[in-house]
Structure formats: structure tokens, C-alpha cells
């Protein structure tokens, strides 16, 4: 079969045939992949940046999978042939001492798809059970692979308390962002404040498009600007979903004084004063991936209609194109990528 492979320590994928996997654990489950999207984590593999070189090589790359179950393992009850699913990137070993607090992102024993193991840029996906959940029949599977990183931010959803008339801001209109602000949207959020670069001008005209206040940063002062739209008392709710140089210290800056930051976007270190978390009383939330209500809930949100995924896919390609659907992200001009095997 077909499949994305990183398999040189330099920057670049090849797309080329790799060996069907067939062994089965006994709580694995062998998946048909329908479709898989291109992640911003497999961007940096592309680019071979430093903190991903443990990886590895050669690995398929793909973590976004949605598809159909072809085989299961000789203990899997829960799945049977034909079951459509979607995949976590790991659910979790289920024994360790995270798992047992049912705190499964945060696992022991991370295995993650694409990165640990081979992923789903390909026909088919080994997947253990603990990744797998099942999605209904309304549900397409191109719009189904994007419910991975719709569960990335409403976790940080979870994390955080908003309520009805809060007002947000979210640093970062990637498809992670953009994401944030329809959730915000539909849970009666006031005000919804999205800032983003220049280079994120048409992503800031799909934030406008789902509800959101865009705010160019090479403009306009995220600060004076939050401000003026919140009576002079900051955002309810900040979430830094950007991973840039000192986004940080500029959520902290926008956050009205008891107010929530949720921290998703992973960044570079970068110097941060703590004082202003002191003087307004924040909450800081890490916020890791995705935990099973994060799914249960995703996954309810895409079938009832509430949330479109589709809305943010721009390109669906066949395999063969992967190389165009890598540089079509790193250019920028697609929100989500979808491969399709
Ligand atoms: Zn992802
Ligand atoms: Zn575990």
C-alpha cells in the first residue's frame, strides 16, 4: 500500500509503498483509513524540526483518522467489522497510574500514531481499542477527521468555565482557533475576540464569518482593543492557541482580573512575568489533547450539526498528493487538509 513516510532526518516526506501491517495484539484493531487530515505537528515533521527528532524513522505519518474497522484483535468485544470510527492519537494504556485517575492524556506509556507508531497517511492503521471511538452513520468520514482537533480546543473548553455572556479572546485563528470560535458561538459566549498575524488575514475573515471580532495584530494592539470591546475590563476567558513567541504574556495582558487563560498552542520558552497572574488573580489551564468526554462530546456536536467541521476543510486530496497538501498548509492557503487513501 501507498503511505506518507518520513524516513530521512532532514526536512521533506516521500510518498511510497509500505508493508500492509497484519499482526494483530490482542487489543488492537486494524483500520481502513477513509480519511486522515494533515495536522500542524506533521508539518513540523516535515520540517524535521528539532523537539520532534526523537521520532523514530521510518514512520508513516497521520493521527487524524477516520474509517471503517477491517479486523479486531482476539480480546476486542467493543468493535466489530464495518464499525466507522475515529481515532485519538492514544486513549491511554488504560493500567497506568494517569489512566487509573482517568487521566488519559496524560498516560505513562504514550504510544501516539504517526509519531510512536506508524499513523494513518495510508490504506490501513493498526489502532488499540483504547483509541477508537465509534461515530454514527451522519457523520462523513472526511468531516469525521477533523473531530481530532475540534476535541483539541474543546478541551481547553473543558478546562476552562465559560459561561453564557462571557466574553473570549482566542490568540491564533488556525483550524484549532477557528474551531474555538464556533464552540465559543454556541455556548452564548458575548463577545468573541479572535487575534491573529497578517499572514492570517483570510483566517481572520473566516473568524469574522463564524461570529468573531478579527484583530490584526501588525494593526491594532491586542490589548487596546480588547479593552475598548469589554467596557475596559478584559476578556472573561483567554485562550492562547497560537504557540508563538510570548503569546503568553499577552493573554495574561488581555485577561480581565479573575478571569481564565487556557493554554493549548505549544510554544517556544520564552521569558513571562509572573506578577500580573498574581496581581489579577488568573487561572492558568494547561490543556493536553483530548480525554473521552472530550470525544463523546466532539463527536455529539458534529452529528447533532452544531458544529460543521466542513466549514474549515479546504482541500481533500488523494495520497498521491501529499507533498501539495503539505505545501499548500506551510503557504498558508488552506485552513484543513484532508488525504484520502
Ligand atoms: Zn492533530
Ligand atoms: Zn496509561
Known amino acids: 500500500m501507498l503511505g506518507v513516510v518520513k524516513s530521512k532526518p532532514e526536512i521533506g516526506i516521500e510518498i ?3 508493508l500492509e501491517p497484519d499482526h494483530l495484539k490482542k487489543n488492537q484493531v486494524l483500520i481502513e ?4 487530515g494533515v495536522c500542524g505537528s506533521d508539518l513540523h515533521i516535515y520540517q524535521w524540526e528539532p523537539f520532534i527528532q526523537w521520532i523514530k524513522l521510518p514512520r508513516v505519518l497521520g493521527h487524524e483518522v477516520a474509517g471503517t474497522v477491517c479486523k479486531v484483535g482476539a480480546e476486542v468485544k467493543e468493535f466489530e467489522l464495518g464499525d466507522r470510527i475515529v481515532a485519538d492519537t492514544w486513549g491511554g494504556c488504560g493500567d497506568c497510574y494517569y489512566c487509573r485517575l482517568g ?6 506509556y504514550q504510544t501516539r500514531l504517526g509519531q510512536h507508531v506508524d499513523g494513518g497517511m495510508a490504506k490501513y492503521v493498526i489502532v488499540p481499542k483504547n483509541s477508537l471511538y465509534k461515530i454514527p452513520e451522519q457523520i462523513g468520514f472526511q468531516e469525521a477527521s477533523a473531530i481530532e482537533p475540534l476535541g483539541v480546543i474543546l478541551r481547553t473548553f473543558e478546562r476552562c468555565d465559560l459561561k453564557p455572556g462571557d466574553d473570549i479572546a482566542i490568540i491564533g485563528p488556525g483550524p484549532i482557533g477557528l474551531f474555538g470560535v464556533m464552540l465559543a458561538k454556541a455556548s452564548g459566549a458575548a463577545k468573541i475576540i479572535v487575534c491573529g498575524l497578517n499572514e492570517d488575514r483570510d483566517r481572520l475573515k473566516l473568524a469574522e464569518k463564524f461570529g468573531a471580532i478579527p484583530v ?3 494593526e491594532e494592539s491586542p490589548k487596546e482593543k480588547v479593552f475598548d470591546l469589554t467596557e475596559g475590563k478584559g476578556a472573561d476567558i483567554v485562550m492562547d492557541v497560537s504557540g508563538g513567541k510570548g503569546s503568553l504574556t ?6 480581565k482580573p479573575g478571569g481564565q487563560i487556557g ?3 505549544i510554544g517556544p520558552e520564552s521569558v513571562f512575568a509572573p ?5 489579577k488573580e488568573l487561572s492558568i489551564h494547561g490543556s493536553f489533547r483530548r480525554q473521552p468526554s472530550t470525544w463523546f462530546r466532539a463527536i455529539k456536536l458534529v452529528a447533532n450539526k452544531v458544529i460543521d467541521t466542513r466549514e474549515i476543510i479546504t482541500h481533500a486530496l488523494p495520497l498521491t498528493k501529499a507533498e501539495e497538501a503539505f505545501q499548500i498548509l506551510m503557504r498558508k492557503e488552506g485552513i ?6
Do not use: H, S
Not at 275 to 279: G, L
Not at 336 to 341: D, E, N, S, T
Open 275 to 279: 506578577n500580573i497572574v498574581v496581581d
Open 263 to 265: 493554554l493549548v498552542g
Open 103 to 108: 487521566k488519559f492524556n496524560l498516560c505513562m
Open 216 to 218: 490584526n495584530v501588525a
Open 33 to 36: 483509513v477513509k480519511a486522515c
Open 16 to 18: 511510497r509503498e509500505v
Open 250 to 255: 499577552e493573554a495574561v495582558k488581555i485577561a
Open 336 to 341: 484543513k487538509v484532508i488525504l484520502l487513501p
